[in-house]
Nanobody
Framework: QLQLVESGGGLVQPGGSLRLSCVAS????????IGWFRQAPGKEPEVVAC????????DYADSVKGRFTISRDSAKNTAVLQMNSLKPEDTGAYYC?????????????????WGQGTQVTVSS
């Protein structure tokens, strides 16, 4: 079964950090671009970070630049989103997604596989 599984979400105070992981099973992530999407209640999903396949080029939403870091580990078949200096507006469900075209997209349609999501809540 081909699937992505996220973990690492939770409740954190403003200014805190969380590390989200996305593990693939049933396929290798290497040929895929990996995107992390955030969906706040009542809003459409938005891409917050992406890393391409071959060049490992990264791209970030303006709202998270300097605070979030995306990386991937081929040996572990995993992608990671390190989130620092979290703000209440970072609250939402976070999804990882894999795009077989291999390059980053801001849109959800190109992504072939999606995880089930992990909730991040930033609140004091």
């Amino acid at each position: 079964q081909l699937q992505l599984v996220e973990s690492g979400g939770g409740l954190v105070q403003p200014g805190g950090s969380l590390r989200l992981s996305c593990v693939a099973s049933g396929f290798t992530l290497d040929p895929y671009a990996i995107g992390w999407f955030r969906q706040a209640p009542g809003k459409e999903p938005e891409v917050v970070a992406c890393i391409s396949s071959r060049s490992r080029t990264t791209d970030y939403a303006d709202s998270v630049k300097g605070r979030f870091t995306i990386s991937r580990d081929s040996a572990k078949n995993t992608a990671v989103l390190q989130m620092n200096s979290l703000k209440p507006e970072d609250t939402g469900a976070y999804y990882c997604a894999a795009d077989g075209a291999g390059y980053c997209s801001d849109y959800t349609a190109p992504y072939d596989y999606w995880g089930q999501g992990t909730q991040v809540t930033v609140s004091s």
